[in-house]
């Protein structure tokens, strides 16, 4: 097997933690016998330094010739001043548009040894693995008519929420995938009771799974209930799947949960055409222009997000498994950058974390290979 992996180190931590992500999927590659190449693109502030455009044409060329992208992070204080419409940002916005990525993954994933640094008890917390489906190209971000108009003598805003049922179904069909592929489960949020565009949603979810997908166990929740859940008893959920808006506030929620914004990988996926599914990999956190270049970033959301790549592009599930039981391990030892580091705790940069589960990765791969 032979598969491209467009990087795009992109701005800030971005390079150093997309390095650390990018040597663990070479060790991969190398235990399991299979070739990845790594082309690198420019993507955000860097792009815009290099060619005036946050998002390159030969950036969106190499990214439709990948097998999967890889993205570090985009944006900083540099590129604050410039005119919206060449924002690092746009770079993101434009990339997700022109791949059609319309499902957005975000585990929300507890590490044992972490589980003391949630806001909740641990009790609650411990072995948590949430898994929230969010519809990313559709809803009321993007719905017409929009905007601001005067009526009378003041300014009324309006947004529209605007679900096609093609839109709902192909959403509805990666996460019931997704419930297949975990545990039977799947947990629909929307906001029935009060949006028409909502009930719609309601309706075709259930529609696809009574005719495609009978074995997987579907419940309806409103929104206002699920988000007071979120923090009552997180561990009743395991897939959940929502609209745009509804999921860009959940699945923070539910991250936050979990301890550390250096800790949550995500994927966007895009339509599947002749087999092919375009699909991008990405922590949830920023650029984090505070720390950038000192070496002290830590890399597990992007080693998490390699992880994913592995399972949902090249079907490498056992492998992803072994990456994450890598980054299990590493921290049951102890190990901690600064950010998710106690009072008492020593901290380690950047690299020493990719070295320590490049190490464990050796072990973990020993054992299953026993
Ligand atoms: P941020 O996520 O970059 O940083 C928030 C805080 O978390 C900072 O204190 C940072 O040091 C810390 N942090 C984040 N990731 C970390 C990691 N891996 N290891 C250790 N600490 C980490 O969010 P922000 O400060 O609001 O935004 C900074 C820039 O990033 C802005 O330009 C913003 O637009 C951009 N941004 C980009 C993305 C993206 O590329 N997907 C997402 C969010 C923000």
Redesign the pocket.
Known sequence: MQKTILLLP?D??GPE?VSEAKRVLAKVADYAGVTFDFPEAHLGGVAYDETGSPFPAETLEQAKAADAILLG????PKWEALDYSVRP?RG?LGIRKELGLFANLRPAICFDALADASSLKHEHIAGLDIMIVRELTGGIYFGEPRGVRVEGNERVGFNTLVYKESEIERIARVALDMAQKRNQRLCSVDKANVLEATELWREVVQKVRDAEYPDIELSHMYVDNASMQLVRNPKQFDVMVTTNMFGDILSDCAAMLTGS??MLPSASLGAEINGKRAALY??V???????AGQGI??PI?TILSAAMLLRYSFDMGDWADQVEAAVAKVLADGKR???IKGKAEKAIGTREMGDAILEALETTAAQAAA
């Open positions: 992109g800030g931590i933690v992070a985009v944006g900083g940002e993101l914004l250096g990405e922590p956190h920023g650029s984090a222009p505070d720390i970033a830590n959301a950058t600064g950010d």
